[in-house]
Structures are given as C-alpha cells and as structure tokens.
Nanobody, 121 residues
C-alpha cells in the first residue's frame, strides 16, 4: 500500500499563491511509485486532473492552470508539490494528491485525503 498525506491548502485572495505538498509512504517495498499528480474537485463537479509528473520528470497540465501552476517532484523523498500562482476564484476546490504505483505487472492508484483550497474574489 501507499499512503499519501497532503498539506498546504488554505484561504487566499485572488492573485495570491499557495503551495501544496504531498508525501508518499510505502508500507511495502514491492510497490514502486510511477506517476504522481494533483487532481481537484469543486462542489457539484467531477474530479479533474490539475497536473501530473512521471518518474522521468515529464509534466502534464490542465489547460486552465498552464503558466500559473508548477508541479515538481523529489523522487528520493517520494514527495510531489504544486506551486499555484495567480490564483483565481475558479481554482477553489478540494485538491487531491494521486499516485500510480506498480506491484509486479499491476498498476494501482492511490489517493490522499484531500486539502481545501479557497480563493476569494
């Protein structure tokens, strides 16, 4: 199993910045973590990808956050961070850390508990 613990959410005014962090811990050494990323879910909306990053450092962003958010990863520490700048009210959501881990031939998906980000206008 992989446990994901997020931190860094909060309330910020529009135009401000927040940094989210997620620490992954593996209860079994047979899990190797591949992609890590961030998703978000606003009230009444489906969960959507914000950004993800592969083990090789390849990043992928939702169009709505490109040029404002930056995802980064520390492979050695099993952490992933999301620097969010120029925040907008529409960025308000619960943000979830995500990890795709492999155990032999099988991929497993793990989620954090979520952290609230609220952007006031």
């Amino acid at each position: 199993q992989v446990q994901l613990v997020e931190s860094g959410g909060g309330l910020v005014q529009a135009g401000g910045s927040l940094r989210l962090s997620c620490a992954a811990s593996r209860s079994s050494s047979i899990f190797s973590i591949n992609n890590m990323g961030w998703y978000r879910q606003a009230p009444g909306m489906q969960r959507e990808l914000v950004a993800d990053i592969s083990g090789g450092g390849i990043t992928n962003y939702a169009d709505s956050v490109k040029d404002r958010f930056t995802i980064s990863r520390d492979i050695a520490k099993n952490t992933v961070s999301l620097q969010m700048n120029s925040l907008k009210p529409e960025d308000t959501a619960v943000y979830y850390c995500n990890a795709v881990a492999r155990n032999g031939p099988t991929n497993y998906i793990f989620w954090g508990q979520g952290t609230q980000v609220t952007v006031s206008s």
